[in-house]
T-cell receptor, first 117, second 114 residues
Framework: AQKVTQAQTEISVVEKEDVTLDCVYE???????LFWYKQPPSGELVFLIR??????QNEISGRYSWNFQKSTSSFNFTITASQVVDSAVYFC??????????????FGQGTILTVHP | NAGVMQNPRHLVRRRGQEARLRCSPM?????VYWYRQLPEEGLKFMVY????????ESGMPKERFSAEFPKEGPSILRIQQVVRGDSAAYFC????????????FGSGTQLSVL
């Protein structure tokens, strides 16, 4: 199986700090999707972003930004000026190789982000 | 517009009993995915269903586990003769398209086996 690795198990920051969550993936495909999901304390996973491999432009959405580097197989996620409400578990994911659907995902282990007031 | 509804939120079973987990997808979604979240293993794909069809069950354990998504009613994940190792959070997600490019997840069912 092609793995997704989130090396940071837990990160703790103080409000207003910037924080970057790392994601490294394995792939043998030429085109593929990558995802980030957020799991707040309420439990449900919330979709944050989907990127296609042929689009390497960095993306910004409010305080969130994503840095996609095909050369290093990384898809890192940065939260600028973090807030307490950003506290959650963040998952990086990619569809399983040869899967029947992009919804058949391989997830990283997740990074627990705690933002202190 | 209600999101993906899973019930129960918490389910306690004794070893050997059956567990039934229900998932009502978002309105208009006919594609359902089940995932299991184990403490040491993270989130793992189990099965992908469309209405009345199992499309991909490659992540389902070979025995005791089954899933269905009938024409009417919620999707059901059924675990027979539960064992302690089945204790986990089970998440359902739905998608409006077969591509599954964006999944909408429920809040999960936490199964505890005594």
């Amino acid at each position: 199986a092609q793995k997704v690795t989130q090396a940071q198990t837990e990160i703790s920051v103080v409000e207003k700090e910037d924080v970057t969550l790392d994601c490294v993936y394995e792939t043998r495909d030429t085109t593929y999707y990558l995802f980030w999901y957020k799991q707040p304390p309420s439990g449900e996973l919330v979709f944050l972003i989907r990127r296609n491999s042929f689009d390497e432009q960095n993306e910004i959405s409010g305080r969130y930004s994503w840095n996609f580097q095909k050369s290093t197989s990384s898809f890192n996620f940065t939260i600028t000026a973090s807030q307490v409400v950003d506290s959650a578990v963040y998952f990086c994911a990619r569809p399983n190789a040869g899967g029947t659907s992009y919804g058949k995902l391989t997830f990283g282990q997740g990074t627990i982000l705690t933002v202190h007031p | 517009n209600a999101g993906v509804m899973q019930n129960p939120r918490h389910l306690v079973r004794r070893r050997g009993q059956e567990a039934r987990l229900r998932c009502s997808p978002m309105k208009g979604h006919s594609h359902v995915y089940w995932y299991r979240q184990l403490p040491e293993e993270g989130l793992k794909f189990m099965v992908y269903l469309q209405k009345e069809n199992i499309i991909d069950e490659s992540g389902m354990p070979k025995e005791r586990f089954s899933a269905e998504f009938p024409k009417e009613g919620p999707s059901i994940l059924r675990i027979q003769q539960v064992v302690r190792g089945d204790s986990a959070a089970y998440f359902c997600a739905s998608s409006p398209t077969a591509g599954g490019e964006k999944l909408f997840f429920g809040s999960g069912t936490q199964l505890s086996v005594l």
